[in-house]
T-cell receptor, first 111, second 111 residues
Framework: ETGVTQTPRHLVMGMTNKKSLKCEQH?????MYWYKQSAKKPLELMFV???????ENNSVPSRFSPECPNSSHLFLHLHTLQPEDSALYLC??????????FGPGTRLTVL | RKEVEQDPGPFNVPEGATVAFNCTYS??????FFWYRQDCRKEPKLLMS???SGNEDGRFTAQLNRASQYISLLIRDSKLSDSATYLC????????????FGQGTELSVKP
């Protein structure tokens, strides 16, 4: 059983909708990450949080807004997305910024 | 040049075959190296870390050549269950410790 959970697992939204992705880790890790995985492309790091502080924003458009209320929870708020934002969004956590454990992902489709 | 580059796939091999994956990385300051495995429509999972001295885990052997900035993964006696995409991953501390993923090499093991 993975120690990192993500909800929802699938999401279909229109371009004018606002939705949020949730990630929770039960591993006692201090760092959490959002990645985007599009078809036939490498994983793209979006955001990094260390001890609830954002330490990396990899030039992500402002229509993606992360929130990390504590070391165990991470959100990705979505608004006015584009069809090209359709992808698998993966959350990960780590203790030492080295080995990362991934959640099952949210498969997002933007219509 | 991509930061982490892998053999383009897919690799189609019969059961019992030995298969080798190659990976090169561009940043000589990279410190940690990993192979992750990703099954179809699932999240990546750590397969093994890669150490300078080389390391083996059952049928899997990983090698690192820092001088050539080259990483390899050897799978012996391949099983049907080895079918997956194998991701070469590099951690570079001078980039905030973030993981850089290769695009992955798909392996399909046939009966």
């Amino acid at each position: 059983e993975t120690g990192v959970t993500q909800t929802p697992r699938h999401l279909v939204m229109g371009m004018t909708n606002k939705k949020s992705l949730k990630c929770e880790q039960h591993l006692g890790h201090n760092a959490m990450y959002w990645y985007k995985q599009s078809a036939k492309k490498p994983l793209e790091l979006m955001f990094v949080y260390n001890f609830k502080e954002q330490t990396e924003n990899n030039s992500v458009p402002s229509r993606f807004s992360p929130e990390c209320p504590n070391s165990s929870h991470l959100f990705l708020h979505l608004h006015t997305l584009q069809p090209e934002d359709s992808a698998l969004y993966l959350c990960a956590s780590s203790l030492t910024n080295v080995e990362q454990f991934f959640g099952p992902g949210t498969r997002l489709t933007v219509l | 040049r991509k930061e982490v580059e892998q053999d383009p796939g897919p690799f189609n091999v019969p059961e019992g075959a030995t298969v080798a994956f190659n990976c090169t990385y561009s940043n000589s300051a990279s410190q940690s190296f990993f192979w992750y495995r990703q099954d179809c429509r699932k999240e990546p999972k750590l397969l093994m870390s890669v150490y300078s001295s080389g390391n083996e885990d059952g049928r899997f052997t990983a090698q690192l050549n820092r001088a050539s900035q080259y990483i390899s993964l050897l799978i012996r006696d391949s099983k049907l269950s080895d079918s997956a995409t194998y991701l070469c991953v590099v951690n570079t501390y001078n980039q905030g410790g973030k993981l850089i993923f290769g695009q992955g090499t798909e392996l399909s093991v046939k009966p």
